[in-house]
């Protein structure tokens, strides 16, 4: 069973929709979620930071963890073509270095 | 704003050929890491870094080794290139301090091995 499973799609949708991102995960010790965003030929960066359970909000986008169901969610509002990217979950254990990676969803936002 | 560089964008290199690519940080991070992404295995962790001079493997350290002579710059080395470890390299770095140790990534170099 791997670690993180992640949807790796694609996923497209039209502008203005609402976008559903989710990572499913098996290791209870991961207190620590986060949602990178990486477009094509860069580098991810760091999109949304969630300790523990609970949401969180920044503008347009919701990150979701539900640490009993070992669920963690992305959810983007009125989605913009420049949302168009793939979206890798992460997460980490207490303590330790390492981030573990889901292996992305590519999501491409139609005009 | 954390700025994380790497040496090169695109590199080709021949079968045999040492590699070495450089990955600097200028935000005093503790934490360096190197990682591969490839198509459908998603981002690997190859080897980091939680101190100057000291280095732990990751999930796929074969083939490869590491420097880290100072903070802020670490160092991927493929001792004799193959063709199979033809990927994308991304470095980052993470801080131990504050509750936010959250990996910040650079943009990555697309190495072609012929």
């Known amino acids: 069973q791997k670690e993180v499973e992640q949807d790796p799609g694609p996923l497209s949708v039209p502008e203005g929709a609402i976008v559903s991102l989710n990572c499913t995960y098996s290791n209870s010790a991961f207190q620590y979620f986060m949602w990178y965003r990486q477009y094509s030929r860069k580098g991810p960066e760091l999109l949304m930071y969630?300790?523990?359970?609970g949401n969180k909000e920044d503008g347009r986008f919701t990150a979701q963890v539900d640490k009993s169901s070992k669920y963690i969610s992305l959810f983007i509002r009125d989605s913009q073509p420049s949302d168009s990217a793939t979206y890798l979950c992460a997460m980490k254990e207490a303590g330790s270095y390492q981030l573990t990676f889901g292996k992305g969803t590519k999501l491409s936002v139609i005009p | 704003d954390v700025k994380v560089t790497q040496s090169s964008r695109y590199l080709v290199k021949r079968t045999g050929e040492k590699v070495f690519l450089e990955c600097v940080q200028d935000m005093d991070h503790e934490n360096m890491f190197w990682y591969r992404q490839d198509p459908g295995l998603g981002l690997r962790l190859i080897y980091f870094?939680?101190?100057?001079?000291?280095?732990e493997k990751g999930d796929i350290p074969e083939g490869y080794s590491v420097s880290r002579e100072k903070k802020e710059r670490f160092s991927l080395i493929l001792e004799s290139a193959s063709t199979n470890q033809t990927s994308m390299y991304l470095c980052?770095?993470?801080?131990?301090?504050?509750?936010?140790?959250?990996?910040?990534f650079g943009p990555g170099t697309r190495l072609t091995v012929l």
């Open positions: 980052a770095s993470s801080s131990d301090r504050g509750l936010t140790d959250t990996q910040y």
């Open positions: 969630t300790y523990s359970s």
């Open positions: 870094s939680y101190d100057v001079k000291m280095k």
